[in-house]
């Protein structure tokens, strides 16, 4: 994505949902009838997922996660063509990079048709301000990502937090916020940048990165439900087949999200896999098939979940061959 005005970004978001809408509609009829097997949506973009090079001296790894040596952005596009992902949102690995999204800009360039980028910004720095500026006129950007995990010890009124809206509303740029196990912080969040537009990461539960799943991994389910209020936020369904205590296709998983899709609207609801942080969980064919053929949605419902709710969040759409 070039460098553009405000005026201009928003054209851009206008073009590209109706790109989406466009392929939504040629896939014609057979999007309306029911009791058919699952039609492939006209598009599919995963809402999250994280490339990264190897560990070595030239590009050091801040902190080894339980990943693979390396899905680099080739591994990634690979992967997402064996299972027919047109796109992604790729988010610079915070684990491995902390802030730097010097990598997952060199990506994007080997793939533009293929990725937009998304990387942390600290809320520590002073000139905070000064690199979302510089991100947004970065090609290929399409949103920044906070931290608001118990972790990172940081209240919702944190002064750098309150530097960071402020640009991203500047920029208009959405903010990806990761408060899974924190969503009263969360909501304070939301609540205290009106202005701002959030989209709220792994639907705001705590997910594991080794199996099994927590003994309850949806207790915080009434308070998403209850953040479905909140009209300047959307939902990403990521890593949600972590959450299963059955094994592949996961079916326990869709009762609690089928609360999330009533409460939030499907043209608020982001599919993705968080792949590769859920790899030992499941790999990234588990992470997209479950979605692609179960019959607890619909055509329509699929293809908004899996391509037009993030087109529309982000302005971005890929470009098929």
């Not at 054209?11 to 029911?34: F, K, N, S, Y």
């Not at 040596?69 to 690995?93: F, K, L, N, Q």
Request: with cysteine; aromatic share 10%; charged share 25%.
């Amino acid at each position: 994505m070039a460098n553009r005005s405000a005026a201009g970004s928003r054209l851009i978001d206008r073009r590209t949902v109706l790109q989406v809408a466009a392929a939504l509609a040629a896939a014609g009829p057979a999007l309306m009838r029911e009791g058919h097997a699952a039609a492939q949506p006209p598009v599919v973009i995963d809402a999250q997922v994280h490339a990264y090079a190897a560990n070595t001296p030239e590009r050091q790894w801040h902190s080894v996660p339980n990943w693979p040596a390396h899905v680099t952005g080739d591994e990634m596009v690979e992967a997402m063509d064996r299972v027919d992902v047109d796109g992604a949102i790729y988010i610079s690995p915070f684990s491995m990079y902390q802030y730097d999204g010097s990598y997952a800009v060199s990506v994007q360039r080997a793939h533009p048709d293929k990725f937009a980028l998304v990387k942390p910004v600290n809320p520590d720095d002073l000139a905070v301000a000064d690199v979302i500026a510089d991100w947004k006129k970065t090609p290929g950007t399409v949103g920044i990502r906070i931290i608001l995990t118990k972790e990172s010890k940081r209240a919702p009124d944190d002064p750098g937090l309150d530097r960071i809206l402020r640009a991203a509303v500047k920029n208009d740029f959405p903010v990806n916020v990761l408060f899974w196990g924190n969503v009263d912080a969360g909501t304070a969040l939301i609540d205290r940048h009106p202005d701002a537009r959030f989209i709220i990461d792994h639907m705001g539960f705590q997910q594991p990165s080794v199996p099994p799943a927590p003994p309850q991994p949806w207790a915080d389910l009434p308070k998403v439900v209850e953040l479905a209020k909140r009209k300047n936020a959307v939902i990403k369904i990521t890593g949600a087949c972590t959450l299963s205590k059955e094994p592949y296709p996961f079916p326990d998983i869709w009762d609690p999200l089928a609360r999330i899709f009533d409460a939030w609207g499907f043209e608020r609801c982001l599919w993705g896999t968080d792949w590769t942080r859920a790899f030992a969980v499941v790999n990234y064919e588990q992470g997209v098939e479950p979605f692609l053929k179960t019959d607890r949605l619909s055509d329509t419902e699929r293809a908004m979940l899996m391509a037009g709710a993030c087109a529309k969040a982000y302005g971005w759409s890929p470009k098929k061959a």
